[in-house]
C-alpha cells in the first residue's frame, strides 16, 4: 500500500458499534484508513469545524444530542463536498434510505457488515460524490483556463475563438468493471478520454493512472498538450486520458485487465489517425503495449502507430522512455547558455522520480551538475554533497520508493521544494508551487518537469523574485516531440537510431526555446506567457484557415 491514509470521521454513540467500525477499517486491506471518532453530534461537527481535511463521514443518524433526518441535515450542511455514509442498524433502513434520497452516497447495515462491504462503500461513495460534483470543478482546470484567458488577453485575441477553446471539443467519461485477483471480486472505477482540438491533425496526449483523475484534470491536460503541440509545431492537437484509481495497489495482472477494458470502452475516439495516447504517470510502456494490443486484436492487424511510448520490440521509438527527462535537460543547457550560467558549477533538485524526474536528475548528473535531493511520493532525500544517481536508483529498483534510502538526510516534499540550489525541477504532481511556498523557493533556474506544478499566484512572485521559469509546456516537451518520431515511424515503418532522435530532439526544443526567449524580450513577456501566446496563435491561425463548418 502505498499514498496518504484516507481520513474518515465516525459520528457514532454506541462504543461497540464504534469499536466494530474500527475494527473493520483495520482489516480493509486495499488502503490505510485513519480514523477519528466523535460519539456526539456536536463533537463531530466540532471536528468537521477545525479545518482537517476528512474524506468521509460514517454517520449514526440517531446521537444523544440529535435524531433521525436533522442528522444528516445538519452534516451535509457542515461539509456540503463530502461524501457521507449512513450507519443503521436493522429497524433504522427506512430512515438510512431516506438520507439517501436526500443525498447521502450509501448506507450500510452495522450488524450485517463486513471489512470488505466497508472498504468498497467508502471506496464508491468518494467515487460517486467526484462523478457528481467536481468533474469539471478541478484546480488544474481552473489554472489552465485561467493561464489561457490571461494570454488570450494579452493577444487579443478573437472573442469566437476564446471561447472556442476553452472547452474541450470532445469528452468521453466511462465506468467499467474489471476482474480483482481473488476471482471474486469487480471493482467499477471511472476512465475519461478528453480531445481539446481536432484542428490541428490527430489529437495527442497521455494517459494517466492516479486516485485524483477526474474530467477536469483531464481536461487541463489536453488542453496544454494543444498549446505544446502547437508550440513544438506538432502536426497534433491536444487530447489526454485518464482512469481514477491507484495503480500501486493493484498487481501486474489487474493492471492488464483494466487497461484492456478501458482500452476498448474508448476504442471509438483512438487510432493513428485520430488520437494516439503515450504514458503519463502512472502508466509506462507496459501499458501501452497492452494498449496497442486490444486495439491491434479488435481491428485484426498490429497498429503499432496507435500509440506511442511502447516497448522498443513492438515499434517504439529509441530514446522515447527517457525523452522528457533528457528534453528537460536540453532545455536548461539552452537557459544556462543564454543566462551564462556554467551547469558543472551547479546544483540541482528534483520532485518526483518516476520516468520524468528519475531520467532528468540522471542527466543533470551526466552533466556534472551536483544533484542535491530527489523525493517521490514517500517523500525526499537530501544530501548536502550530492547525491549518487546510481545508487539511489538501484536503491528505488529493490525497494520501489525512496523511503528509507540511507546515504542521505530524509525531508518532506514541502521542505525539498524549498531547498536552496540553482534548478529546481518540479516532476510529480500539479499545483506544487502555490501562493503558499512561492517566496520560500530558492533557486535561479525553475525547470517545469510536470504539468502545471506552478499556480498563477505562485508564477507572479517568482516572476517578481527574479526566478527563471521554464514553463511546462516547453520543458516537459521532449516527450511529446519523441513520441512525433515514434508516430512517424510507424507510419512510415523505417526506424531511426538514437543519435538521429537526440539531435533532432534537441533542435526542435532549442529552436522552441529561441524562439519563445526571442519573443519574451521582444514583447516583454515572461516565458511562460511567451510560450503559450506562440502555442495559440498557431492554432488561431489553424482554425481561421480551415473555417467553421458548416
Ligand atoms: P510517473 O508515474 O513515472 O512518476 C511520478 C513520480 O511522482 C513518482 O516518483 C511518484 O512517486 C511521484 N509522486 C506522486 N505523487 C507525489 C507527491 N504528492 N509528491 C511528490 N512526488 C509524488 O510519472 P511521470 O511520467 O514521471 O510524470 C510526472 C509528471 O510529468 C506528470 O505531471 C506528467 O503529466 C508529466 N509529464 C510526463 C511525461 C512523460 O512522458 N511521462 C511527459 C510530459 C509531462
Not at 156 to 174: E, G
Not at 217 to 239: D, R, S, Y
Not at 378 to 396: A, C, E, M, Q
Request: proline share 4%; with cysteine.
Amino acid at each position: 500500500m502505498s499514498g496518504k491514509p484516507l481520513r474518515a470521521l465516525l459520528i457514532e454513540d454506541n462504543p461497540i458499534h464504534a469499536r466494530l467500525i474500527e475494527k473493520l477499517l483495520e482489516e480493509v486491506g486495499s488502503y490505510d484508513v485513519a480514523l477519528q471518532t466523535g460519539g456526539t453530534l456536536a463533537t463531530g461537527l466540532e471536528m468537521l469545524g477545525r479545518g482537517e481535511d476528512f474524506d468521509v463521514v460514517l454517520l449514526d443518524l440517531v446521537l444523544p444530542d440529535s435524531q433521525e433526518m436533522d442528522t444528516y441535515f445538519r452534516v451535509r450542511a457542515a461539509v456540503p463536498e463530502l461524501p457521507v455514509l449512513i450507519l443503521s442498524g436493522i429497524d433504522d433502513v427506512t430512515l438510512a434510505s431516506r438520507a439517501v434520497e436526500a443525498g447521502a452516497q450509501d448506507y450500510l447495515v452495522k450488524t450485517s457488515l463486513d471489512a470488505q462491504t466497508l472498504g468498497r462503500s467508502i471506496r464508491y461513495a468518494r467515487e460517486i460524490t467526484h462523478a457528481q460534483r467536481s468533474e469539471w470543478n478541478s484546480p488544474s482546470f481552473r489554472l489552465a483556463q485561467q493561464q489561457f484567458l490571461k494570454a488570450a488577453e494579452l493577444m487579443s485575441l478573437d472573442d469566437n475563438l476564446r471561447q472556442r477553446l476553452l472547452f474541450p471539443q470532445r469528452t468521453q467519461i466511462v465506468s467499467f468493471p474489471f476482474r480483482r485477483d481473488n476471482e471474486q471480486e469487480v471493482e467499477t472505477v471511472f476512465g475519461y478520454r478528453v480531445q481539446h482540438v481536432l484542428s490541428m491533425g490527430p489529437t495527442k496526449g497521455g494517459i494517466r493512472y492516479h486516485p485524483d483523475v477526474n474530467l477536469g484534470e483531464t481536461g487541463a491536460l489536453a488542453m496544454w498538450m494543444t498549446w505544446k503541440c502547437a508550440l513544438m509545431q506538432l502536426p497534433f492537437g491536444g487530447a489526454k486520458g485518464g482512469v481514477r484509481f491507484d495503480p500501486t495497489d493493484f498487481s501486474r495482472s489487474e493492471l492488464q485487465r483494466l487497461t484492456r477494458r478501458y482500452t476498448s470502452e474508448i476504442i471509438g475516439m483512438i487510432g493513428p489517425d485520430k488520437d494516439i495516447p503515450a504514458p503519463d504517470m502512472g502508466t509506462d510502456e507496459q501499458t501501452m503495449a497492452w494498449i496497442m494490443d486490444t486495439y491491434s486484436q479488435q481491428v485484426g492487424y498490429a497498429v503499432p502507430a496507435v500509440v506511442t511510448g511502447k516497448p522498443v520490440v513492438l515499434g517504439g521509438s529509441e530514446g522515447r522512455s527517457e525523452a522528457t527527462g533528457r528534453g528537460l535537460v536540453y532545455v536548461v543547457e539552452e537557459a544556462a547558455r543564454r543566462l551564462e550560467i556554467d551547469l558543472p558549477q551547479t546544483t540541482a533538485v528534483v520532485q518526483g522520480f518516476g520516468n520524468v524526474g528519475r531520467n532528468a536528475a540522471r542527466f543533470f548528473s551526466e552533466l556534472g551538475v551536483t544533484v542535491l535531493g530527489v523525493s517521490d511520493v514517500t517523500g525526499g532525500i537530501f544530501n548536502p554533497r550530492g547525491l549518487h544517481l546510481d545508487d539511489v536508483i538501484d536503491y528505488t529498483r529493490r525497494h520501489r520508493f525512496l523511503e528509507g534510502y540511507p546515504e542521505a538526510e530524509a525531508v518532506t516534499n514541502e521542505e525539498l521544494l524549498e531547498l536552496q540550489c540553482d534548478i529546481l525541477a518540479p516532476c510529480a504532481l500539479q499545483g506544487q508551487i502555490h501562493g503558499g511556498n512561492a517566496n520560500q523557493i530558492q533557486c535561479r533556474i525553475l525547470a517545469e518537469g510536470a504539468n502545471g506544478p506552478t499556480t498563477l499566484d505562485a508564477d507572479e512572485i517568482l516572476q517578481d523574485r527574479g526566478i527563471y521559469v521554464l514553463p511546462d509546456i516547453l520543458a516537459n516537451a521532449g516527450g511529446v516531440t519523441v513520441s512525433y518520431f515514434e508516430w512517424v515511424q510507424d507510419t512510415q515503418n523505417y526506424m531511426w537510431t538514437l543519435e538521429q532522435i537526440n539531435e533532432r530532439l534537441r533542435r526542435i526544443l532549442a529552436d522552441a526555446y529561441e524562439r519563445l526567449a526571442g519573443r519574451a524580450e521582444n514583447e516583454g513577456y515572461d516565458l511562460r506567457t511567451a510560450a503559450l501566446v506562440e502555442g495559440i496563435s498557431r492554432v488561431r491561425e489553424a482554425k481561421l484557415a480551415r473555417g467553421l463548418f458548416p
